[in-house]
């Protein structure tokens, strides 16, 4: 069974930086297509940032140069190093990964960014 654990998730002020990390079982996350979706109140989920099995990643437009999304093979992780933040980056934050024709997603952790 596929389970994702985000942490990292807290308060910071606008600038500052937060690192949210995505623990996976039951699959390899090497082998898989991962990704960071948020969800700002109201809203949708969107993705924000993907990597692939080949390590390529791609971000959404409003957090390029911000945001890196890196992955530990040997930890079976994937992180989101989030810099620069902004007010508008506040929103609850999954992880998620598309494998075997199903969608898996963590229980999300909250980013809040605030004066």
């Known amino acids: 069974q596929v389970q994702l654990v985000e942490s990292g998730g807290g308060l910071v002020q606008p600038g500052g930086s937060l690192r949210l990390s995505c623990a996976a079982s039951g699959l390899i996350v090497s082998s898989a297509v991962m990704g960071w979706y948020r969800r700002d109140p109201g809203k949708a989920r969107l993705l924000v940032a993907r990597?692939?099995?080949?390590?390529?990643?791609a971000y959404v437009d409003s957090v390029k140069g911000r945001f890196t999304l890196s992955r530990d093979n040997a930890k079976n992780a994937v992180y989101l190093q989030m810099n620069n933040l902004k007010p508008e980056d506040t929103a609850v934050y999954y992880c998620n990964t598309y494998t075997n024709g199903l969608n898996y997603w963590g229980q999300g952790t909250q980013v809040t960014v605030s004066s």
């Open positions: 990597i692939t099995t080949d390590g390529s990643t």
